[in-house]
Each structure stands twice: as structure tokens, then as C-alpha cells.
């Protein structure tokens, strides 16, 4: 461990918003609208898709930025709920989100990151590209914080330029198509209280997950009480924007029959855009931007396993830190399992089923803040959400609408999540009855 006179380094708010920004910008937003387009051709429903997923991310940061500040440790809906409810519920968070939640996502991004570098190189070996990008950051990230947040602060930014540009160019150079952005009638207005609308709001929901990311590492950002709301409204608030102008961008030049059922929208795009040679280019470019997303997880991840292992004497071998401060043996234990599902290619199954359980717990999690101020009145809040109750209470209406969907749905999906919650149960009580034992 590090001297008690070592000041270890701190995550500032540049390296904060970069990490949600990169945590939200990854394979949701580059694959799903070919899904979307499937059942909604109306341009304002399909950009409204964006915005109300934005507006339901914006409410939840609000949220989550009042619970951060009032209890200022790392490890996110594990923490939150573990004070708020009980320990038990924080460990099937904290279960779900270190077996499923962050590996299977960061292997989806390091699988789609080799099949956009496959737009350029197509000799590409299966599986190398996506194996070595998880190794060798999971070695950075476990070797310095310092490395890891100037890795992350450098990556995003090329992200972020490169995203703009983009959409620069496609405002310059689009063809522009029959579509309508602005509503037209009852009959726009109405799609989104459709099923279809309810159903498409689920992949948006995937593609914005990544907005709390800050709260991860709550305990290892400076001044946390001031800086973590600020860096999760201007993280989120940035991607809104972002999103909404990509998703203006893909329908605005390409023809929507082109994009219906497609994954590599933005390979798609781009080709409508810059021809066959700038479609292969962009896609190696987006593949280049996804090292990002896969770097943000790797990095904020292991935070809810070393913060579990500090309170279950059971996985306190997963607690131990670096000289550093960076919980080595966690992010080995993510990298590891991250690797299993780029190997067994099973992760698509896992992320779908995933979705229910960790939308179930960010409910809960903004339901916290209601049962908090009832039950902790007095309690030090050196942020309070900016527009309670009407904020969380749109958070839980938006979010319990899509976690109805699902379940309605995806039956199967669900029935797995909850299957997940039972083993995590059973490990939980088998870690409590050994602590008693020991």
C-alpha cells in the first residue's frame, strides 16, 4: 500500500465527463436505428426516440448526482442501495453489474469494434483484434489510474472530434431525404405511445446505459461532493447532443430502405455519404472510436467489485488495491471474465437478458432518493437534484414504461435476468453464513 504521506491521483471532472462520454457513446448508438426503422418511418418518432432516451439519462444523472454527493464512495447502485434498502440488494446490484453488466457490454463494443475493422481489413484473424484491445487495456488500467485517466481524456477527445466532424460533413455533403423531422400531424404525435415506439426506446436505453459510469468511482474523484453532479449532467448532456445529430445525420443522407435491419449503420451512412472507399474509412474509424467505450468500462467496472469485496469478507481477496490505489486484482477478475464472452461469442444473449435487471436497478436506485429524504431528512445533501420531485418522478414513469415493455415482450430474457438475481442470492447467503462461520 501506498505511504500514508502518498497523495494518490485524483479523477478530475475532464476525466470524469471523457469517462461517461466514452461509457455512452459505443455500440448502441452505431447499430441500433437499423432496428428502429423496422417498424418506424416517421423522422420526428425517430429522432423523439433519441431525445426522450437523452431526457430519461438527464433525470436519472439529476438523481444520481444528489446520492453521489450525499454518500461519497466509490462502487455506484451497489452502495446506493445497500444503505437505502439493504445489504442484500446492493450485492445482487453489485453481482449483476460485475458478472454481466460491464463484462458482457465491454465485450459486445470489443467484438463490434473487430467487425467495423473488418470493413478495412478484411484478412483480419477472428477474434485477435477484439482479445488484444481487452488485454491490453485491462493492463494499463490495472498498472496507474494516472495512465488510465490520460489514455481515457485522450481517446474520448478523438472520439468526440471525430463524431462532430461527421456530422459536419454530413450536413455538407447529404443528400436529403423525403423525410420529415418536424411532426406533421395527430398521427406522428401518436406513434410514441406506440408499442413499436416503447419497443425501439429499449435499444435507445442500451445505447445511453453508460450515464452513471461516474458514480463507479465516486470515492476516487476530486471533491466528489461538487464534481461528480457536474460530471455526470455535462457527460450525459454532451451525448444527448451527439446523438440526436448522428441519428439526424444517418436518416437525413441515407435512404431508409438501406438502413432497415442493418448493424453497421454508421458503415452503411457513410458509404451513402462518401462512397464505397470513405464507408470502409469510416468504419476503421469507428472501430478506432470504440477503443474508448471498451477503455471506459475496463476502467470504472472493477470499482463495484473491489467496493463489494471491502464489505464481503468472502471476495475480500478482490478488495486488495495497488500501490496506486487501483484495485488490481478486480480489474484482472473483469478483464477475465470480459475475455470468456468475446471467446464464446454468447454475449449478445447475455446483454438483452441484462437490460431488464439493470434498468430494474436504476429504478430502484432513483426510487432511493424519495425514501432517503423521507427517511433521512437531516441528512447533508451538498447537491440536491435540480427540479425534484418532477425529475425522479419522470425518471421512474419513462423507465418502468420500458421495463414494462420488456417484460411484456421479452419473457424469456426477463425470466433469465431474474434467474441471475436468484444465484446471486444464493452466492450472497453463502458469503454471509461463511463470515459467521470464520
Not at 461509457?23 to 420526428?44: D, H, K, P
Not at 461528480?228 to 435512404?255: E, H, K
Request: charged fraction near 10%; proline fraction near 5%; aromatic fraction near 12%.
Amino acid at each position: 500500500m501506498a505511504s500514508p504521506s502518498a497523495s494518490p491521483y485524483k479523477i478530475s471532472v475532464l476525466t470524469g465527463v471523457a469517462l461517461v462520454v466514452a461509457n455512452m457513446v459505443g455500440t448502441g448508438v452505431f447499430t441500433s436505428l437499423g432496428f428502429q426503422v423496422v417498424t418506424i418511418q416517421s423522422g420526428f418518432a425517430l429522432l423523439m426516440l433519441w431525445v426522450v432516451g437523452g431526457v430519461i439519462a438527464l433525470c436519472g444523472a439529476l438523481c444520481y448526482g444528489e446520492l453521489a454527493a450525499a454518500m461519497p464512495r466509490s462502487g455506484g447502485e451497489y452502495h446506493y442501495l445497500s444503505r437505502i434498502y439493504h445489504p442484500a440488494l446492493g450485492f445482487l446490484s453489485g453481482w449483476v453489474s460485475a458478472t454481466v453488466g460491464f463484462a458482457a457490454p465491454t465485450a459486445a463494443a470489443a467484438l463490434a469494434l473487430e467487425r467495423y475493422a473488418g470493413s478495412v481489413w478484411s484478412a483480419l484473424p477472428p477474434r485477435l483484434l477484439a482479445v488484444g484491445v481487452v488485454v491490453v487495456l485491462t493492463a494499463v488500467h490495472a498498472s496507474s489510474r494516472k495512465a488510465g485517466s490520460r489514455l481515457q481524456v485522450v481517446v474520448t477527445a478523438v472520439k468526440v472530434a471525430v463524431l462532430v466532424g461527421f456530422i459536419g460533413a454530413g450536413l455538407a455533403l447529404g443528400q436529403p431525404q423525403p423525410l420529415a423531422f418536424l411532426p406533421q400531424g395527430s398521427a406522428d404525435w401518436q406513434q410514441l405511445l406506440s408499442p413499436a415506439f416503447a419497443v425501439s426506446l429499449i435499444f435507445v436505453s442500451y445505447a445511453y446505459s453508460g450515464w452513471n459510469a461516474a458514480a463507479y468511482l465516486t470515492g476516487e474523484v476530486q471533491n466528489p461532493q461538487r464534481n461528480l453532479p457536474r460530471i455526470l449532467l455535462t457527460g450525459t448532456a454532451v451525448v444527448l447532443l451527439l446523438y440526436v445529430g448522428l441519428n439526424f445525420i444517418f436518416l437525413y443522407s441515407t435512404p431508409i430502405a438501406q438502413l432497415k435491419g442493418q448493424v453497421e449503420v454508421g458503415f452503411v451512412a457513410a458509404t451513402s455519404l462518401f462512397g464505397a472507399a470513405g464507408g470502409r474509412l469510416m468504419g476503421g474509424l469507428i472501430a478506432a472510436l470504440l477503443v474508448s467505450t471498451v477503455s471506459s468500462m475496463v476502467f470504472a467496472g472493477p470499482r463495484i467489485v473491489q467496493a463489494m469485496g471491502e464489505d464481503v469478507p468472502a471476495l475480500r481477496w478482490l478488495a486488495k488495491r495497488s500501490a496506486a490505489e487501483v484495485p488490481v486484482r478486480a480489474t484482472l477478475f473483469q478483464g477475465g471474465l470480459t475475455l470468456l464472452f468475446v471467446l464464446v461469442s454468447s454475449f449478445a444473449q447475455v446483454v438483452v437478458y441484462a437490460g431488464f435487471i439493470l434498468n430494474l436497478f436504476t429504478f430502484l436506485t432513483v426510487l432511493g432518493l424519495f425514501v432517503l429524504r423521507r427517511r433521512e431528512p437531516e441528512m447533508p445533501r451538498p447537491y440536491r437534484a435540480w427540479g425534484y420531485p418532477l425529475t425522479p418522478l419522470l425518471f421512474l414513469l419513462l423507465n418502468g414504461w420500458t421495463l414494462w415493455f420488456i417484460a411484456r415482450d421479452k419473457p424469456t430474457e426477463t425470466l433469465y435476468g431474474l434467474g441471475t438475481l436468484v444465484v446471486g442470492l444464493l452466492v450472497y447467503w453463502l458469503s454471509q453464513r461463511r463470515s459467521v462461520r470464520a
